[in-house]
């Protein structure tokens, strides 16, 4: 596995990326309400990248299901939509829908890439439980990322987790390396499988994860849609997503996409 280890100034660059990424999923967050379109979210996040002088990473994207560009900057994906959901004009957010926002940059050539899932107005306490429960799985990651520590250890727990909250983790789509590019190695899976025990990360300084843990209400299956993007639970139930940008440190994990200009050290 080639995996890039980043010296603390490259750190710093994904960093600044991942502040841009932070502040765009804050005023999304904030403004998404009943009545508010994805298609407006979207324009709002193309307007703020620009002026920081980034640029949307997602934009453009091939699927990799049929070479169909992504059309837009940010991922919006409502309910029973796990992720890749288009923003559009014609949807309209409405009271007690969950919906997940995922949004990167490149920045002086380095990226950054996060995700939130927010309720919109009043959600159920259903809904709140599935929000709480992937957060917290991600918090889990972040807490337990250190050198020397196997990915794998940190992806059980992540999985018993959410199964034992009586959810499901997406097993179709891994977290991954960051960079230069937004997709790089390894693959960083939110469960245990054969592949990931054949070769395991041995987390070490200087390695930077996205890590993006997807949680099912009900079973773990998807499906994409016609428009070759839009990802959807095979029975319906709702889905959520949680994504950061971390770096492994050398006294443990540092979360690049959270927003403040502080350095975040969990250990
Ligand atoms: N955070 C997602 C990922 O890392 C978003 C990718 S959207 C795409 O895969 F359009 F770029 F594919
Ligand atoms: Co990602």
Known sequence: MDITLRSRREI???RRAGAVVADVLSKLKEIA???VTTGCLDAVAS???AEAGAKALFKGV???YARTPFPACVCTSI????VHGIPSEAVILKEGDILSIDFGVRLDGYCGDAAVTVGIGEISDDKRRLLDVTKHILDIAVT???PGIKWSEIAAEMQNYTESAGFSIVKDFVGHGIGKKMHEEPRVPNFVNEELLAGDIILTEGMVLAVEP????GISDVRTLKDKWTVVTKDGKCSAHFEHTIAVVKDGCEVLTAGSTLRQITK
């Open 144 to 146: 337990r990322t250190a």
């Open 12 to 14: 710093e660059l994904i």
């Open 47 to 49: 307007q703020m990248t």
């Open 214 to 217: 997807m949680v099912n209400a």
């Open 79 to 82: 309910n029973e939509q796990v």
């Open 33 to 35: 309400e009943p009545g």
């Open 62 to 64: 091939c699927s990799p």
